[in-house]
């Protein structure tokens, strides 16, 4: 590899360690703050199983696991009050690449980033304790759930991320639009493909049941066709 060529490697490499530092600390101070609220956030949490199974009983196994449970809801609290922190370091490391009338619209971007993020936790919180009547409904009367808090919140925060960046997809979709990696027509004649794509990701990363699948895949799929349309629209290439 040439000087010439190492040069802007390093360079990119640099600004990426930057970027990665200063969301890291975001999440740190943003756990800090949600370990301090970890029992009302952990009362939210299983606010849904509660609903589903008609207790609120959960145990825990170890000495050590009702400690973990909360540095997890700590963590995942912490991401979230983090995320415009997290998504504003990710679109300054790629404003380079764009035109300055385009890094100025870093305010908007972050600002929808965050809302979709967070409307997508929020809607899989609603879509969660349907999820919950499936899987526990599914053992009949011969199995008795007796469920363990770890793995009840390991699963519920897993269920609920998958939600928050599968909301992200259509705008990362308007990104590479602006930096030119896409057309509006190449989505557009991409759309079987794209819907097969959302049905079988919606289908792995849900619980199993129909009703949950479709509630993940119609509004992303709704998204991607908002999307070709605001790339026609707003992008001139």
Do not use: C
């Amino acid at each position: 590899m040439t000087d010439g060529r190492r040069g802007p490697l390093i360079g990119h490499l640099e600004e990426l360690r930057t970027r990665i530092i200063k969301a890291a600390i975001a999440v740190v101070v943003g756990t800090i703050v949600a370990f301090v609220f970890r029992r009302q956030i952990f009362d939210l949490i299983i606010a849904p199983y509660a609903e589903a199974s008609g207790n609120d009983d959960l145990v825990f196994f170890k000495p050590t696991e009702a400690f973990a449970l909360y540095m997890r809801l700590g963590l995942f609290g912490g991401v979230i009050i983090a995320s415009p922190v997290i998504l504003f370091q990710l679109w300054r490391f790629v404003a380079p690449a764009l035109s300055r009338r385009e890094r100025r619209a870093v305010i908007p971007v972050v600002g929808v980033l965050t809302l979709l993020f967070v409307g997508g936790i929020a809607f899989g919180y609603w879509i969660l304790e349907y999820g919950l009547e499936f899987l526990l409904g599914f053992g009949g009367d011969q199995l008795t759930p007796v469920i363990g808090g770890n793995e009840y919140v390991s699963f519920a925060v897993q269920f609920l991320l998958v939600f928050g960046l599968a909301f992200e997809f259509p705008v990362f979709l308007y990104l590479a639009a602006l930096m030119g990696a896409l057309t509006w027509q190449r989505l557009a004649r991409a759309r079987r493909g794209a819907l097969v794509t959302i049905l079988v990701v919606s289908a792995v990363v849900t619980p199993g049941d129909v009703f949950t699948m479709l509630a993940m895949a119609v509004p992303v799929y709704a998204m991607y066709e908002i999307t070709i349309l605001l790339i026609r629209l707003t992008i001139r290439r």
